[in-house]
């Protein structure tokens, strides 16, 4: 069973405007991972955080982790038209396996 | 560096046919991974390699067959197809079990 699960499930915003998604997720993990996916391409990845991090950065993107409530953000800030996409998260739930949730459909407005 | 490869691309059967996807990967990974995707479902685990020669089930193994005989190469069989297997199949690899995952551009398959 999935894992993860991001919300919203889509997102409208302005050019230039921040966009933000969350994750949550069900059983301990070791890290949580973001990737993106283009329409009709594979998923990219984006930036990994570990269980023992609270906060990353990675050009325009910000990632939090919230262990105690099981939860992640990904903002995206300054957003641009190249940034429409699905984002995904994806946890670790044993040595070997990532669980990805159903995504955030972005789409970002001129 | 090619990366991930998938082939094919594209792909239409016939209920009850048979086929193979292909996955190759040129960055001496040793994990690989067949995951299917179906709208508003993400990405669902069918089966995973730990290296070559092994494999083994994931989430919604049922109807599919892997192998890996080669470190490079992860094929997806699907013995006797059903409408139930039309969806995008993405391979991936990495390098650690829950490092960065590097995926294929997908196969999109459908059963009539």
């Known amino acids: 069973s999935q894992q993860g699960e991001e919300d919203p499930q889509a997102l409208s915003i302005q050019e230039g405007e921040n966009a933000t998604m969350n994750c949550s997720y069900k059983?301990?993990?070791?890290?949580l991972q973001w990737y993106r996916q283009n329409s009709g391409r594979g998923l990219v990845h984006l930036i990994l955080i570990r269980s023992n991090e609270r906060e990353k950065h990675s050009g325009r993107l910000r990632v939090t982790l919230d262990t105690s409530k099981k939860s992640s953000s990904l903002l995206i800030t300054a957003s641009r038209a190249a940034d429409t996409a699905s984002y995904f998260c994806?946890?670790?739930?044993?040595?070997?396996?990532?669980?990805f949730g159903a995504g955030t459909t972005v789409t970002v407005r001129a | 560096n090619a990366g991930v490869t998938q082939t094919p691309k594209f792909r239409v059967l016939k209920t009850g046919q048979s086929m193979t996807l292909l996955c190759a990967q040129d960055m001496n990974h040793e994990y690989m991974y067949w995951y299917r995707q179906d709208p508003g479902m993400g990405l669902r685990l069918i089966h995973y390699?730990?290296?070559?020669?092994?494999?083994a089930k994931g989430e919604v193994p049922d109807g599919y067959n892997v192998s890996r005989l080669k470190k490079q190469n992860f094929l997806l069989g699907l013995e006797s197809a059903a409408p139930s297997q039309t969806s995008v199949y993405f391979c991936?690899?990495?390098?650690?079990?829950?490092?960065?995952?590097?995926f294929g551009e997908g196969s999109r398959l459908t059963v009539l």
């Open positions: 991936a690899s990495s390098y650690s079990g829950t490092g960065e995952l590097f």
């Open positions: 059983t301990s993990i070791n890290n």
């Open positions: 994806a946890t670790d739930y044993n040595d070997y396996k990532l669980s």
């Open positions: 390699s730990v290296g070559e020669g092994t494999t």
